[in-house]
């Protein structure tokens, strides 16, 4: 029954807040282990997870299996034409580390296998190049980090010191109501090697500390696209943006070895995340009061709310309240064992 209400749910279009679930394939150390599987798909909205209290059942709007290719999840996740349109859109992954949120928006370092943020780079402008005869385009775009509860623009070199305390970047609301990101560098790209060009550029000024993971991010990593469009015919103007955030990885703090500034990092990076699903929660449940003001990060979702604030009685909420269970128990530092997830 549940999966016939999922199956319904997904049909409606004023659904906003979708969540999809992954499952990666099993790596060369977890089979030379001889790790067992633990996760399956049942079929394309559920899946069936082993724990030691006996087999649960969890439902998402769509799950891919370890064969699913990034094709495949980029397809399904596609909403570039909606940012085209004048929505305000986002995509970000979640998961424990290791999970594979970096290879699903980013890919692998081969770049065999592209991942969305690539893929939307170029997905935007062929549907440029699509409709330029109709529309005149600008895309712009600004990336940052989130590290340690601190916004930093990744278009400004951290070598210039002076320069990146003098750039901080604050999350601010204009009359509007729009949020935006006060003091980040915004540059305009006209194709998609240009956007990627950025990207690369941007991913080469992060955080990366080598502790539990060397492949860890310890950051959480902002790519917002702003796509504005004139229409030739009527001289009407439209303003969309694209937000891709790969998080960093949740796990608890003791499990990293972490000491100092790695702890403070783990214990930030937890803090951060609670507060996420915490304000998922809220607009999932309804309730009066969302605490966006929590962490930084929270206060970047607050674009989201002019999305959902119309959504929100659709928003079905068992797996997001699942992932709150998960946060909280990060919160109270308390294990996250593999039957919760
Ligand atoms: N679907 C997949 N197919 C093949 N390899 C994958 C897949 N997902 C993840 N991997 C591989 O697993 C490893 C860990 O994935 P990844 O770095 O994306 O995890 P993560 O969730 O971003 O971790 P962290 O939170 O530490 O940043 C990488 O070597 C990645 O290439």
Redesign the pocket.
């Known amino acids: 029954d549940i999966k016939k209400e999922v199956l319904q749910y997904s049909g409606r279009p004023e659904r906003k807040i979708r969540v999809f679930c992954?499952i990666?394939?099993v790596?060369q150390t977890e089979a030379a282990q001889g790790s067992a599987v633990v996760v399956e798909k049942i079929d394309d909205y559920s899946v069936n997870v082993e724990t030691p209290r006996g087999p649960r059942e969890f439902q998402f709007d769509q799950v891919f299996s370890?064969q699913?290719t990034q094709e495949d999840l980029f397809q399904d996740a596609n909403l570039i034409q909606s940012a085209i349109d004048g929505y305000n859109v986002c995509i970000f992954?979640y998961?424990?580390?290791?999970?594979?949120?970096?290879?699903?928006m980013v890919g692998?370092k081969e770049r065999k296998?592209s991942g969305i943020m690539p893929r939307s780079f170029n997905a935007i402008f062929d549907i440029i190049q699509e409709n330029k005869t109709k529309f005149n385009f600008k895309v712009s775009a600004y990336m940052l980090e989130l590290y340690n509860d601190r916004l930093q623009d990744l278009f400004v070199s951290p070598g210039g010191e002076g320069l990146a305390q003098s750039k901080r970047v604050e999350i601010k609301r204009n009359r509007k109501g729009v949020v935006f990101a006060q003091g980040a560098e915004t540059k305009e790209a006209s194709s998609a090697q240009q956007l990627y060009a950025l990207f690369q550029q941007a991913c080469a000024n992060r955080h990366i500390a080598a502790t539990m993971?060397v492949?860890?991010?310890r950051s959480h990593l902002i790519v917002g696209i702003k796509v504005e469009s004139k229409n030739l015919t009527n001289g009407s103007i439209s303003s969309g943006k694209l937000s891709l955030v790969?998080l960093?990885?949740s796990e608890r703090a003791a499990k990293t070895g972490a000491k100092d500034h790695k702890l403070k990092e783990a214990n930030s990076i937890n803090k951060s995340l609670s507060a996420l699903g915490d304000v998922i929660s809220a607009l999932s449940s309804e309730l009066p009061h969302v605490p966006y003001r929590n962490s930084k990060l929270t206060q970047y979702a607050t674009r989201v709310k002019a999305i959902t604030n119309n959504a929100q009685r659709f928003v079905d909420s068992k797996e997001i309240a699942h992932l709150k269970e998960i946060i909280s128990k990060l919160k109270a530092g308390q294990t996250v064992e593999e039957e919760d997830i």
């Open positions: 992954r990666r394939p790596n370890a699913a992954a998961g424990q580390t290791g999970s594979g949120k970096t290879y699903t692998d296998n993971n492949e860890s991010s790969d960093a990885g």
